[in-house]
């Protein structure tokens, strides 16, 4: 059973290729420009100074240790930022809705006034009238047109200024 076992998977398994089509690669002879290999890159080490630890192992691990520590206080400092901008930026569209609010509130009163100074200004305008005056002074106040003999006539050949008003009052109170 093993066998036959074994004979499934090799038989449908992926092989490389194999040492025959290696050398068979190898023999050709290579025609142009030779392959380039890449340039090798400067990795830059950092050089830590040495500690009081005496084991490789372990200043490994400290300085691996230390690393995590300080990716880890990072990706908490940058999360903190994060939360505190994002409740920053809550806060100000709160205040923001808040003031839209009350300007639309201002707003609504603003008109119900102009619609009242609108309505008064027809109601002066009308009462302005030279009927509605009259009305009011016979209905009101019981005035009446003058009669014939109520009249006071003016001339143009008046002198004394003075003696206009006494001559009113005298007529006005005989």
């Known amino acids: ?16 290729p194999s040492s025959y089509a290696t050398d ?24 830590e100074k040495p500690s009081v630890i005496g ?4 200043r490994k691990t400290a300085t691996a240790t230390t690393a995590g520590h300080r990716a880890a206080r990072r990706t908490v400092a940058i999360t903190v930022l994060i939360g505190i901008l994002l409740v920053g930026v809550v806060f100000l569209n709160a205040k923001a809705t808040e003031i839209k609010y009350s300007i639309n509130k201002m707003n609504k009163e603003n008109l119900v006034l102009e619609n009242e100074i609108t309505m008064l200004n ?3 305008e009308g009462s302005n009238s030279i009927e509605a005056v ?10 009446r047109y003058p009669r014939s003999n109520q009249c006071i006539y003016l001339s143009g ?9 006494k001559s009113i009052r005298q007529r006005a109170y005989s």
């Not at 059973?1 to 490389?16: K, L, N």
């Not at 084991?55 to 372990?58: G, W």
């Not at 009259?134 to 005035?143: F, K, P, R, S, W």
């Open 1 to 16: 059973m093993a066998q036959a076992e074994r004979a499934y998977t090799r038989e449908y398994s992926y092989v490389g």
């Open 24 to 47: 068979f690669i190898n023999t050709l002879p290579q025609r142009g420009l030779p392959l380039r290999e890449e340039p090798r890159r400067k990795v830059s080490v950092r050089r």
């Open 55 to 58: 084991h490789e192992t372990e």
């Open 122 to 124: 027809i109601e002066i």
């Open 134 to 143: 009259e009305e009011y002074a016979i209905g009101t106040l019981n005035m």
């Open 157 to 165: 050949n008046v002198s004394e200024t003075k003696g206009l008003a």
